[in-house]
Each structure stands twice: as C-alpha cells, then as structure tokens.
C-alpha cells in the first residue's frame, strides 16, 4: 500500500473508528489531489467539519475540496529533495532572515492590489514536498496593457529555491481583474473574470513559464473557439461574455468564479442580480450554459451586484448573496429561493461560507435587522431562511451606525473543523461605527452563544473595516500542536509596532485541551471573567482533566496537572516601555522586547525575575520562552510573543495561508500570501507601488 493510502486509512479509521474496506476504497478512489491542489478563496468559503456518519462521509468524500481541506491541515511539507536548488537536509529557512529579512514583497505596479475582498491563489505540485515549482497568483485590479501586467504569478517562492522568488509569467490580458483567480486541479489553467468598460468575461487562461514582469508583461494569444484554446500554444486564453441574451452582457466586479471540479463547471455572478454557470471549463470544451433556468436573474427587481457564489456539491445548490442584503439559494434548475433581507447598511460584500458536512450556510452582516449590530447569520441548508427567524444570529459588536463598514469573512478554528454538529468558535474582525475589534463568536450545534472580544484594535473612533480573517491550526510545529488568527486593519493599528498606521497582525487562539500534553511554548487563549488571556506553557507536562484558575497579570503562574502556564495578561495589555538606566525594584515588571525585521516585527514579552538596575542601552533579547536576557544588574526572562504585526501603508487582502510546518521541517515552506491595499515600498523588487507579500508563518504567528 501507498503513503498516501496508508494516511486516507488511517484517517478514515480515525473518523469513523471501524469502516467497512469496500466503503474505504470508494471514498479512496475519489481522491482527485494525490497529484497537487490549488489553495484559493473557495476553500475558507466551501468547508467541511467532520462527517457524523459513514454515508455523509462518502457523500462529501466526493468533492475534492474535501481532500484538499485535509492534506492541507494535516500533511507537513518539506522542500523537494529532487530540487536542485538545496535538498530539505540543508534548507534553513534562517539564511532567508539574513538575506531578505524572512519575507518578499514584489511591486505589481502602482496602484496595483488584488482588492480587500480578494484573495490570490496558489498552486502546490506535491501534497508531502513543497517544490520550486510552486506558484502564486496575483491579479493587480489594474487595467492591462503593453506596460502593466493584469496578472501576475510568481515561483521560486522559498528560501531554498534559488533566485527567491521570481516572475513567472505575467500578462496583459487586455482588461481588468477586479475579483480572485482560481486555479485548475492540475495547476495548469486559471479562471477569473476581466471586466472592460461596461462588461466582463470569464476568461481560461493557460499558462507558459513566460517570464517578464510587472512592467514588461506578455500578451496571450486570445483563441475564439473551444478546440482551438484546447490545442492553443500557450501562453493563450479564452473569453466567454457574460451573456444574458444573444445582443446583451452585463459587468462584475464584485463576483469571484467559483469551480466545481467534479462537475468541470464555474459558477460567477454578475451586475443586476445574473448568476452565471460555465461547463467544460478545465478539461472539456467551455461554454455558457444556457439551458435549465440558466443565467438566471435572482431578483429582477433590484438587480443588485452580487457577491461570489459557493456551489454546495452535496445539495447541489448554490448560495450567493447582494449588495441589498439578501442571501439566495439557487437550485440544480435555477429555480431561486430569496431570504429575508438580513444586511440593512453596507450590503453584502463577502459571500457566504457553506459547512457541506454539517449542512449550514453562514453570512455576514454589515448591520443586522435590528440596525443595531453587525451580525453573522447561521442557517440549515435544508431550511433556507425566508425569514429571519429560520436560523441564529451572533452580535460580533454592539456600536451602531447608520450604514456600517463592510464585514468580511471570519475563520472558524480547529475546535469547529474537528467537530462533527457544527461546534466550535469563529473569529470575526469588526465594526460598525467605532473602533475595529476581534471577536470570538462561539458556535454550539450550529448556534451562536455570546461574542466577547478577544482586542480592540485601534485606540477608538470611526476606522475603516478589518479584512477577512484567515485561521490556521498547525498539528506539527516545533514546539507542538498552534493556532493562530490571521487580519489586518486599514489604518491607526493599536500594536505600537505599527505606528497607528496599517497593520497584518495575528493572534493565538488554540483553545485549551484536558489531559493533554503541552511543552514548553504552546500557548493558549483562555476566557476569565469575560476576558481573554493568552496563557504559555514554561513547564512541560500533561493537562489536568478541568482547567484551573488562570492567572490574568503577566507573569502569572498555574500549575495545570503537571504544567507550569505563565499569563502573558490580557490580550490588550499594553507593556512598560523598557527603560535605560533603571532601577526595576519589582518582580514580574512586564516591558516587550521587540525583533524588528523586515518581515514583521515580533513582540516578546519579557518579565523581571532579578530585580536590579539596566543598563546604558537595550539588550539584545533572548527570543526562546523560559530564556533569561541579562541587563546590567536586572534578569528578564522570556515569557513569549502573544502577538505579531507587519506593517503596511494600508490594510490587506485575504490571506492565503498554504503549508503546514513539522518539527525539524525547514518553516520555509510554510507561507502567507496577500497584497497590501495601498501602495509603498516593496523591497525584494525595489520601488513604490502595490506589494504582492509572502510572510512566513514563523513570522506572522
């Protein structure tokens, strides 16, 4: 038996305890991602917690996002030893720190960005090796021409590839790209939809490891018939009109295309309230689809832009909302279910998240039907809400305004995923009048419990919105199991780091376990008198079988079972400044000690344990938990970094996170793409302008 068989019995062993060997072997063969998979917007938004039974197994064993979600959060990577650019055994991802500061940032062009709601798309070769191969997209929301590339793809993407990271291809594709890219199963097609003027298309486009540059973009030979895209020399691409009727087309810009790869179909939406479906886009010969209640009109009365669309492959509905604030479902016919306007300010910007395994739709509201909250919405896909009263609703904040700022996706965490009703927390970033702020909203059996905010992430008033909030769990870090949050804000970032300027930032918030083993540097995110507290191992051991008082001031210990936790305080603490030349007289006096490099800056802190006198300039800190730093008569010891920030002139796109890192596994190969909304200095290229990112985890945790 294979590798890859032997982790699909084992998991399936795990997930069922005892399956049936005919039953595993048709699941098994429906795995479609044993080659590679793409990682792009569509897989925070169709999701899939753990299957309660055998058959809802096999049901949704047949999507291959399924298997995609599954290597991805539970496969390490190393780099490919077949590589000749460095085998994994040398691969250190600190020679990347030394030379570009752990991260890289392109200049895609000025004023170039992939968009708030937006998120680039990368490709991975292999499910087990990370190879330099690997690609990410990027759509730069500028119009292309013989001189500004409208997308953009970059490879060599780590440390240990050689000429780190490099061009691609890019091309002018002869319009704008407003909405994210997909990315076929095999890597080698992309779809997206290029608005021109007053219409847009979807356009395929196969790629050739081109070259070029932001500036200096190839231009793809366009084809105008299925078989001659399907025999084209690339780099070349389709264009298929969003056509509602033979002599008419409508624009998007708001839309996303999303591929059912079972099906070989793209679903997108459109101005005026138009879905769209496509078929034969990757493998066959592409074409509108034009018969069964296609393209349909989800209300031809207001005829509001919509946002991208999730195709639930085991009803096989569709769910999309508008900019009017109503969420609809559309069956295999096109026959459309409508809601009850559920957003009564800004309207719907992101599109809804669909649990396939538990069978709920989630969307987000930018001001709920009370006008009073920003709001996430919960209901059954087989109970579709024509009226408010069919689902739940969680308040991620009580500050009212009269339209709100736009409200993104949130990230479910670990807790949610492993959970086979629908239980668990996500963590959403908002505000509808005031100060931005993090929120966990805890979900039991598809129910909301009550949100507590978890920071306030800028000192007060009437910000701009956070950006959608990515969650990553990490099984096999070096220190043990993670979990971390990752947004940004826009602007007047509370973390001194940032400056009050913009800032990607993150959070811990893996949740405690009983009986657990945790070593020394795990931390957790605890709730204590309606607050939150990130508590950090600095004795290793197992859990006891309920949690214990926590401490909530820094440097607070607890001995849990045979673990040793030291509060880090609240999560909004802010530090002592640290001072030269001063008498420190009390234990546990908190100040953060701070690594800034280009990749971000990295808050440790650091607590008294000898009180005495520092010393004439600032020490270089020890960056390990439990390690000591002398200055001048005064020991500070470590007691680790509850947050990290990379500032930016502005906030970001969705983060695509790819990758998850083992102990002794190179944390090269473990990454964060996004662009920044704004424009400054993107070092690794040089010059001013719209930064495609990649940031290590490592970096960003």
Same mark, same amino acid.
């Given at each position: 038996?294979?590798?890859?068989?032997?982790?699909?019995?084992?998991?399936?062993?795990?997930?069922? $305890?005892?399956?049936?060997?005919?039953?595993?072997?048709?699941?098994?063969?429906?795995?479609?991602?044993?080659?590679?998979?793409?990682?792009?917007?569509?897989?925070?938004?169709?999701?899939?917690?753990?299957?309660?039974?055998?058959?809802?197994?096999?049901?949704?064993?047949?999507?291959?996002? =399924?298997?995609?979600?599954? /290597?991805?959060?539970?496969?390490?990577?190393?780099?490919?030893?077949?590589?000749?650019?460095?085998?994994?055994?040398?691969?250190?991802?600190?020679?990347?720190?030394?030379?570009?500061?752990?991260?890289?940032?392109?200049?895609?062009?000025?004023?170039?960005?992939?968009?708030?709601?937006?998120?680039?798309?990368? /490709?991975?070769?292999?499910?087990?090796?990370?190879?330099?191969?690997?690609?990410?997209?990027?759509?730069?929301?500028?119009? #292309?021409?013989?001189?500004?590339?409208? @997308? @953009?793809?970059?490879?060599?993407?780590?440390?240990?590839?050689?000429?780190?990271?490099?061009?691609?291809?890019?091309?002018?594709?002869?319009?704008?790209?407003?909405?994210?890219?997909?990315?076929?199963?095999?890597?080698?097609?992309?779809?997206?939809?290029? %608005?021109?003027?007053?219409?847009?298309?979807?356009?395929?486009?196969?790629?050739?490891?081109?070259?070029?540059?932001?500036?200096?973009?190839?231009?793809?030979?366009?084809?105008?018939?299925?078989?001659?895209?399907? $025999?084209?020399?690339?780099?070349?691409?389709?264009?298929?009109?969003?056509?509602?009727?033979?002599?008419?087309?409508?624009?998007?810009?708001?839309?996303?295309?999303?591929?059912?790869?079972?099906?070989?179909?793209?679903? +997108?939406?459109?101005?005026?309230?138009?879905?769209?479906?496509?078929?034969?886009?990757?493998?066959?010969?592409?074409?509108?689809?034009?018969?069964?209640?296609?393209?349909?009109?989800?209300?031809?009365?207001?005829?509001?832009?919509?946002?991208?669309? *999730?195709?639930?492959?085991?009803?096989?509905? +569709? =769910?999309?909302?508008?900019?009017?604030? /109503?969420?609809?479902?559309?069956?295999?016919?096109?026959?459309?279910?409508?809601?009850?306007?559920?957003?009564?300010?800004? #309207?719907?910007?992101?599109?809804?998240?669909?649990?396939?395994?538990? &069978?709920?739709? /989630?969307?987000?509201?930018?001001?709920?039907?009370?006008? %009073?909250?920003?709001?996430?919405?919960?209901?059954?896909?087989?109970?579709?809400?024509?009226?408010?009263?069919?689902?739940?609703?969680?308040?991620?904040?009580?500050?009212?305004?009269?339209?709100?700022?736009?409200?993104?996706?949130?990230?479910?965490?670990?807790?949610?995923?492993?959970?086979?009703?629908?239980?668990?927390?996500?963590?959403?970033?908002?505000?509808?009048? $005031?100060?931005?702020?993090?929120?966990?909203?805890?979900?039991?059996?598809?129910?909301?419990?009550?949100?507590?905010?978890?920071?306030?992430?800028?000192?007060?008033?009437?910000?701009?919105?956070?950006?959608?909030?990515?969650?990553?769990?990490?099984?096999?870090?070096?220190?043990?199991?993670?979990?971390?949050?990752?947004?940004?804000?826009?602007?007047?970032?509370?973390?001194?780091?940032?400056?009050?300027?913009?800032?990607?930032?993150?959070?811990?918030?893996?949740?405690?376990?009983?009986?657990?083993?945790?070593?020394?540097?795990? !931390? *957790?995110?605890?709730?204590?008198?309606?607050?939150?507290?990130?508590?950090?191992?600095?004795?290793?051991?197992?859990?006891?079988?309920?949690?214990?008082?926590?401490?909530?001031?820094?440097?607070?210990?607890?001995?849990?079972?045979?673990?040793?936790?030291? &509060?880090?305080?609240?999560?909004?603490?802010?530090?002592?400044?640290?001072?030269?030349?001063?008498?420190?007289?009390?234990?546990?006096?908190?100040?953060?000690?701070?690594?800034?490099?280009?990749?971000?800056?990295? +808050?440790?802190?650091?607590?008294?344990?000898?009180?005495?006198?520092?010393?004439?300039? !600032?020490?270089?800190?020890?960056?390990?938990?439990?390690?000591?730093?002398?200055?001048?008569?005064?020991?500070?010891?470590?007691?680790?970094?509850?947050?990290?920030?990379?500032?930016?002139?502005?906030?970001?796109?969705?983060?695509? @996170?790819?990758?998850?890192?083992?102990?002794?596994?190179?944390? #090269?190969?473990? !990454?964060?793409?996004?662009?920044?909304?704004?424009?400054?200095?993107?070092?690794?290229?040089?010059?001013?302008?719209?930064?495609?990112? !990649?940031?290590?985890?490592?970096?960003?945790?």
């Amino acid at each position: 038996m294979n590798g890859n068989a032997v982790r699909f019995l084992r998991f399936a062993c795990a997930l069922l $305890g005892v399956v049936a060997a005919g039953w595993f072997l048709v699941v098994h063969a429906a795995d479609p991602t044993r080659g590679g998979f793409p990682t792009d917007w569509t897989h925070s938004h169709a999701i899939f917690s753990q299957p309660a039974n055998a058959e809802q197994a096999q049901r949704i064993a047949q999507d291959p996002r =399924y298997w995609q979600q599954w /290597y991805r959060q539970r496969v390490a990577r190393t780099l490919d030893t077949s590589s000749d650019e460095e085998s994994s055994d040398s691969f250190d991802f600190r020679r990347l720190r030394r030379r570009t500061k752990g991260f890289w940032s392109e200049n895609m062009g000025t004023g170039a960005t992939v968009g708030a709601a937006n998120y680039p798309a990368k /490709y991975s070769f292999g499910i087990t090796t990370a190879s330099c191969s690997d690609y990410v997209v990027f759509n730069t929301g500028l119009t #292309g021409t013989t001189t500004q590339a409208s @997308i @953009i793809a970059y490879s060599k993407l780590y440390s240990g590839c050689t000429g780190s990271p490099s061009v691609y291809w890019a091309y002018n594709t002869g319009g704008q790209v407003l909405t994210s890219p997909a990315i076929s199963l095999d890597g080698t097609q992309i779809a997206f939809v290029q %608005t021109n003027g007053t219409t847009a298309s979807l356009v395929l486009l196969r790629y050739a490891a081109s070259g070029g540059g932001a500036s200096a973009p190839v231009t793809p030979t366009a084809e105008t018939s299925a078989s001659a895209y399907r $025999g084209c020399t690339t780099p070349c691409m389709m264009s298929l009109p969003l056509d509602i009727s033979v002599s008419a087309s409508v624009n998007d810009t708001t839309s996303s295309v999303f591929p059912d790869y079972r099906d070989d179909v793209i679903y +997108v939406g459109g101005a005026s309230g138009w879905l769209f479906k496509f078929s034969g886009v990757f493998l066959g010969s592409p074409a509108e689809v034009t018969t069964g209640g296609f393209p349909v009109q989800l209300d031809a009365t207001a005829g509001d832009a919509l946002t991208s669309p *999730v195709y639930d492959s085991v009803s096989g509905n +569709v =769910y999309v909302a508008d900019s009017a604030g /109503y969420l609809y479902q559309v069956g295999p016919t096109g026959t459309v279910t409508k809601s009850a306007q559920l957003d009564l300010g800004r #309207g719907f910007v992101a599109g809804p998240i669909v649990d396939l395994a538990a &069978g709920y739709v /989630y969307i987000f509201s930018s001001r709920d039907t009370a006008g %009073t909250n920003a709001a996430v919405y919960a209901f059954k896909t087989s109970d579709f809400p024509t009226t408010v009263s069919d689902g739940t609703v969680g308040t991620p904040t009580a500050a009212g305004s009269t339209t709100g700022n736009p409200l993104y996706e949130p990230g479910f965490d670990s807790t949610y995923w492993n959970s086979s009703d629908a239980t668990g927390n996500l963590y959403v970033c908002g505000r509808t009048g $005031g100060a931005p702020r993090l929120y966990q909203l805890p979900i039991t059996a598809g129910t909301f419990g009550t949100a507590t905010a978890i920071a306030t992430l800028t000192p007060g008033g009437d910000h701009e919105a956070c950006s959608p909030v990515t969650d990553i769990y990490n099984p096999n870090a070096s220190a043990g199991p993670s979990e971390t949050v990752f947004f940004s804000v826009v602007d007047f970032a509370h973390p001194t780091p940032c400056a009050a300027g913009g800032c990607a930032m993150s959070f811990v918030d893996l949740q405690w376990q009983a009986t657990t083993n945790y070593n020394v540097g795990q !931390q *957790v995110l605890v709730l204590s008198g309606g607050a939150f507290y990130t508590e950090v191992a600095t004795v290793a051991g197992k859990s006891g079988a309920t949690a214990p008082t926590w401490p909530i001031t820094a440097g607070g210990t607890v001995v849990d079972g045979t673990v040793t936790w030291t &509060g880090q305080g609240a999560t909004t603490v802010t530090p002592t400044a640290w001072a030269a030349d001063h008498n420190y007289t009390a234990l546990d006096t908190l100040v953060s000690g701070t690594l800034a490099e280009a990749n971000g800056t990295s +808050v440790y802190y650091q607590i008294v344990t000898k009180t005495g006198r520092s010393g004439a300039t !600032q020490p270089t800190w020890n960056t390990a938990v439990n390690g000591t730093t002398t200055d001048g008569t005064v020991t500070w010891t470590n007691i680790g970094a509850p947050y990290q920030v990379q500032a930016t002139n502005a906030g970001t796109s969705g983060m695509i @996170i790819d990758n998850i890192v083992g102990s002794g596994t190179p944390a #090269g190969t473990s !990454q964060i793409y996004f662009s920044i909304l704004g424009s400054q200095a993107c070092p690794t290229s040089g010059g001013t302008g719209g930064c495609a990112i !990649q940031a290590s985890q490592s970096g960003l945790q």
